[in-house]
């Protein structure tokens, strides 16, 4: 299958960085709105259709967190730029790469199998934060775990010791208008506020990875604490 056209000639880091302060500025007028601080949602851009070269303009923009999709990507472009970014892992995430993102990434956030977890506790040298990926709509054939069989996941999950769930992730249906997704993102922070408090002791569900460029307005409005955006930044969408 033939990948995304990637087109690093054309990414100019001055419209790169003028288009990240937007973002940034309306995440401070949408923590305002909810009464939060901005320092408490982190943005991430999400480089999947970006080259390798064309990282280069990013960190001319100041752009230190990005999410990778692709296990190969994120290892060919951590050995040139490495630390100049903080590298997250947002695709999803098969058993077989385990090995190769889990020294990469800061934070994986599309766990949601127990073949997945499994391997990361095999491979983990100590004991390591993911997020939970659940699919808060509930739609066939989409990844992530449905609401109401999270509990019997981390049941499940739990016997992995090296495994600790920092939060939950996930990609809301489809829609045209942001405000259709709104509920789908409150109900995401409502089941985080539960897991909190049933499973305090082994885990803290801190983080909320929800709202993308379309959307991130009103991920950050009921509660996201990590928002993935790309095409908003790179004027692409």
């Known amino acids: 299958m033939k990948r995304a056209s990637r087109t690093p000639e054309t990414l100019d880091p001055d419209l790169i960085g003028a288009n990240f302060s937007k973002v940034k500025d309306e995440v401070a007028a949408a923590c305002a709105r909810s009464g939060r601080e901005p320092a408490t949602v982190e943005i991430l851009v999400a480089t ?3 080259s390798v070269e064309g990282m280069e303009p990013l960190a001319a923009a100041g ?22 970014f903080t590298w997250d892992f947002i695709g999803h995430l098969q058993s077989n790469k385990v090995r190769q993102v889990l020294p990469l990434a800061r934070l994986i956030h599309s766990v949601e199998s127990l073949s997945t977890v499994r391997e ?6 100590t004991p390591t934060e ?3 990926e659940v699919n808060v709509g509930e ?5 992530g775990i449905i609401p109401s069989e999270v509990d019997r996941f981390l049941e ?13 992730m996930t990609m809301p249906p489809l829609a045209a208008d942001p405000e259709a997704v ?3 993102f409150a109900a995401l922070r409502r089941l985080s506020s539960e897991l909190n408090q049933k499973w305090k002791e082994k885990h803290d569900f801190r983080h909320l ?14 509660g996201a604490t990590i928002i993935r955006v790309g095409g908003v930044v790179f004027g692409r969408g």
Do not use: C
């Open 48 to 50: 999947k259709y970006i």
């Open 63 to 84: 752009i230190k967190l990005v999410g990778e999709n692709r296990a190969q990507d994120l290892a060919a472009k951590q050995v040139l730029y490495g630390s100049r």
């Open 120 to 125: 990361i506790d095999r491979r983990a040298a």
């Open 130 to 132: 993911v997020l939970l």
């Open 139 to 143: 739609e066939a054939g989409k990844y």
């Open 156 to 168: 499940e999950a739990d016997k992995y010791s090296k495994v600790s769930f920092a939060g939950l």
């Open 182 to 184: 709104r509920p789908h």
């Open 209 to 222: 990875s929800m709202g993308t460029s379309h959307d991130y307005v009103a991920a950050v409005e009921e």
